[in-house]
């Protein structure tokens, strides 16, 4: 059984800073590609960044392109998602995945990924 759980979510201000990390269990978290994923009151849940196994590769969801930053630290099993600029349209719960079923770094499809944390709030506000 994987565990993913998230951290860092809060209320930050437009224009802002926040990071998010995501630790996961097991000693296989490099093999897999690893997402960040968004959900927003009354909207389906929408792919925000992904990264490749080796982190060397990256995707953004157009609306955050330029502002976020996804890396992964595969020594302490964690991914990252940092938050710059944000803007008041990003205020969600922010969730990680596994992505089991990825065949490369391009990959949005929720089906696509077999485990799921728990969700950090991010509030933008002033």
């Known amino acids: 059984q994987v565990q993913l759980v998230e951290s860092g979510g809060g209320l930050v201000q437009p224009g802002g800073s926040l990071r998010l990390s995501c630790a996961a269990s097991?000693?296989?978290?490099?093999?897999?590609?690893m997402g960040w994923f968004r959900q927003a009151p009354g909207k389906e849940r929408e792919s925000v960044a992904v990264?490749?196994?080796?982190?060397?590769?990256?995707y953004y969801a157009d609306s955050v392109k330029g502002r976020f930053t996804i890396s992964r630290d595969n020594a302490k099993n964690t991914v990252f998602l940092e938050l710059n600029s944000p803007k008041t349209e990003d205020t969600a719960i922010y969730y990680c995945?596994?992505?089991?079923?990825?065949?490369?770094?391009?990959?949005?499809?929720?089906?696509?990924?077999?485990?799921w944390g728990q969700g950090t709030q991010v509030t933008v506000s002033s």
């Open positions: 990264i490749s196994r080796s982190g060397l590769n990256t």
């Open positions: 995945a596994r992505g089991a079923y990825c065949s490369d770094y391009v990959c949005v499809a929720t089906a696509s990924y077999d485990y």
């Open positions: 097991g000693r296989t978290f490099n093999q897999y590609v």
